[in-house]
């Protein structure tokens, strides 16, 4: 019974990652498979999405220190206060449409977080993680 609950899941997560997929966000995942990323992982983009580390000014942070945790709502930038749309492309129609926009959110917002650029299979990891929500 629990190996059918868990491939029920796992088609229920394909499907709905699929619902939300952009012609972008198609592109940006083969160019990240084309930089040797492996298959994109949707649970490991959720636990590197909600990984803790202190940041430069001694504060812990996370993606969701600014995007919040329910992806459906809008977040703020934790210094500048600034309204960011909602994540869920369920929620935002214009999340990762454009291509352009995502790596640069990317680079900038690994940077602020994690001190460094994202890797290209994190950055699958990551997109096909918000891709499902």
């Given amino acids: 019974m629990k190996k059918i609950i868990a491939i029920v899941c796992f088609f229920a997560l394909a499907a709905s990652t699929a619902a939300f997929a952009t012609p972008a ?8 498979k084309a ?3 492996g298959k994109a992982d949707a649970e490991k983009g959720k636990i ?3 990984r803790e580390v202190v940041g430069e000014d001694g504060d812990t942070i ?13 977040g ?10 909602p994540m869920s492309p369920r929620a935002n129609a214009e999340r990762f449409t454009d291509e352009k926009k995502i790596e640069k959110w990317f680079k900038r917002n690994c940077k602020d977080v994690w001190g ?3 890797t ?10 918000l891709l499902a929500q």
């Avoid at 966000?25 to 990240?32: C, E, F, G, H, R």
């Avoid at 996370?62 to 809008?74: E, F, I, R, V």
């Avoid at 703020?76 to 749309?85: E, F, L, P």
């Fill in 116 to 118: 460094r650029e994202c």
């Fill in 25 to 32: 966000s198609d592109s940006l995942l083969a160019s990240y």
């Fill in 120 to 129: 290209a299979q994190e950055k699958a990891d990551l997109l096909t993680f």
């Fill in 76 to 85: 703020a930038h934790h210094k500048t206060h600034k309204v960011i749309q």
């Fill in 35 to 37: 930089a040797g990323a």
């Fill in 62 to 74: 996370s993606c969701t220190t600014c995007h919040g945790k329910d992806l459906s709502k809008a």
């Fill in 48 to 50: 590197d999405w909600n």
